[in-house]
Antibody, heavy 122, light 107 residues
């Protein structure tokens, strides 16, 4: 059974950084893309970026490209998302999700999601 | 970036009624790369439909998806009490983007 388990809630000061982990179990880690999506309180879903571990090169949404770093550790089946220069409007629940990938491209809808990590910037 | 616009923002319906949700893309979306999700408060999104019209594992057949190009639709044939939630469309063929969501609320 596939599970994505994320790290726990964080409280951060403005200007600092946060790193959220997403550990996958029950599937083949490297054959999938891992994307990061955030949801501010009462708002919709916002894609931040993703990575296909077997290739290692991340892809970032333009909005976050200068503040986000996404990487993956194949040895531990864990994906990471680090967001820097935090502001109060970065307060949100951050989700990781898994999508089938082929030849460096996402070919399936993200089907398994982590439980979410609340990051509060205050 | 492909912009997805969902309408209406809120749909007020009674259990047993039919719900029709729209998702319009700013440019053509590969049909195989359009998905719909359901989200309830405090929960992660749940995949309902992928490839515009294929139901994900375990999704009841009252949920159906259709459309192509720039216009896509999610239909819930008869609303059950557990279907009142927020629904998002997503495209994953050209990077990833989400629509703004449609809230289906009890009338």
């Amino acid at each position: 059974q596939v599970q994505l388990v994320q790290s726990g809630a964080e409280v951060k000061k403005p200007g600092s950084s946060v790193k959220v982990s997403c550990k996958a179990s029950g599937g083949t880690f490297s054959n999938y893309a891992f994307i990061w999506v955030r949801q501010a309180p009462g708002q919709g879903l916002e894609w931040m970026g993703g990575i296909i571990p077997i290739f290692g090169t991340p892809n970032y949404a333009q909005k976050f490209h200068d503040r986000v770093t996404i990487n993956a550790d194949k040895s531990t089946s864990t994906a990471y998302m680090e967001l820097s220069s935090l502001r109060s409007d970065d307060t949100a629940v951050y989700y990781c999700a898994r999508a089938l990938a082929f030849s460096g491209v996402i070919v399936g809808a993200p089907d398994y999601w982590g439980q979410g990590t609340l990051v509060t910037v205050s | 970036e492909i912009v997805l616009t969902q309408s209406p923002g809120t749909l007020s319906l009674s259990p047993g009624e039919r719900a029709t949700l729209s998702c319009r893309a700013g440019q053509s979306v590969t049909t195989t790369s359009l998905a719909w999700y359901q989200q309830k408060p405090g929960q992660a999104p749940r995949l309902l439909i992928f490839g515009a019209s294929s139901r994900a594992t375990g999704i009841p057949d009252r949920f159906s998806g259709s459309g192509s190009g720039t216009d896509f639709t999610l239909t819930i044939s008869r609303l059950e009490p557990e279907d009142f939630a927020v629904y998002y469309c997503q495209q994953y063929g050209n990077s990833v983007t989400f629509g703004g969501g449609t809230k289906v609320e009890i009338k």
